[in-house]
């Protein structure tokens, strides 16, 4: 074997993805994912019964309670107000230290299929899991945060990762989740973002989507990504919201419910954004490996929302 190999320099393979796992993943597609959530929520009563307990620590008012009903009713949430702008500012500038790097990055995971964004955060895993104090983690673990997940899944929610994804331009067509699509990651997908740079309009490649009930008209299509022309064959295109809005806004989209695309990014922008991913636990595919690990002393909500 050569140097450059050893280096990583050469194409590696694609792992592969278990057939129990694609099979799984092509039920949860259907409604008949919610006889396997709900068998699994069964098996695990006594699990989710301690979990619904901690919800009582949390914050609690009528305007959280109103963000949960929202984010029911629409699917979609701005939570730009709500939010820690001091813990938004310093996840900004732990982002923009990593900008400098994006081009080595680029170049490590071309490989990947996801060619028009770069993922920036590597470097921050220890085994493959990052600290509970990064402030990435803790931008998802603000109380407000958590409560509002809570009161929209009737239970405490858990946090499957969080990203920093640099979106430019690319030669290719579309592709991936520049097409439109719902996550198939489990029933509910909760997905937290924060715009870590200006989206002025639709050269920066907005995060795109429908709400939860015009989205119910492409439950169990037979393709799991996509065209323009497809979609809006079936929906006029004024039930689309394109999010151009200026950096730190911040939101929570259900990506299971809502159709969604984005960075579709020009020649000459990029887009720079954070995502923390959370869902209801238990999970419909087996549990990965640990994403965050203890340093500190979690408190107990922080812990079970990090399954520590």
């Known amino acids: 074997m050569t140097n450059s190999a050893v280096e990583g320099k050469l194409p590696a393979k694609k792992p592969r993805v278990s057939q129990f796992r694609r099979a799984l993943w092509h039920i949860n597609r259907t409604d008949l994912g919610w006889l396997v959530k709900g068998g699994l929520s069964l098996l695990n009563m006594g699990k989710l019964r301690s979990r619904r307990a901690l919800v009582s620590q949390l914050p609690h008012s009528p305007a959280l309670a109103q963000a949960s ?22 996840v900004a500038r732990h982002a923009e230290d990593k900008l400098a790097k994006a081009d080595a ?31 990435f983690v803790q931008y998802a673990l603000q109380p407000e945060i958590v409560s509002i997940l809570a009161g929209y899944m009737n239970q405490l929610p858990q946090l499957s990762d969080v990203l920093l994804t640099l979106s430019r331009p690319t030669e290719n067509k579309l592709t991936f989740s520049q097409l ?28 795109t989507f429908m709400d939860a009930q015009s989205s119910n008209r492409f439950k169990n299509a037979p393709k799991s990504h996509m065209t323009d022309e497809k979609v809006f064959a079936r929906i006029g295109k004024d039930a689309v919201h394109e999010l151009i809005t200026p950096k730190f806004s911040s939101f929570i989209v259900d990506t299971a419910r809502c159709l969604h695309m984005g960075s579709r990014i020009t020649p000459g922008h990029t887009r720079l954004l954070y995502t923390a991913t959370f869902f209801p636990p238990p999970r419909i595919y087996p549990e990965p490996k640990p994403r965050f690990y203890e340093d500190g002393s979690p408190d107990p909500v922080s812990r079970s929302v990090l399954a520590l």
């Not at 009903?69 to 310093?90: C, F, H, M, N, P």
């Not at 699509?181 to 490649?205: A, E």
């Open 69 to 90: 009903q929202t984010l029911k009713q629409q699917g979609y949430l701005d939570v730009s107000d709500l939010v820690s702008r001091a813990l938004a500012e310093q």
């Open 105 to 135: 990055l680029s170049g490590q995971q071309e490989l990947g299929h996801k060619s028009f964004w770069v993922s920036l955060l590597d470097e921050d895993l220890r085994n493959g899991a990052y600290p509970a104090s990064h402030p």
């Open 180 to 207: 439109w699509h719902h996550d198939h990651d489990d029933k509910q997908v909760c997905k937290l973002f924060i715009y870590l740079s200006d989206v002025n309009s639709l050269d920066d490649g907005p995060f």
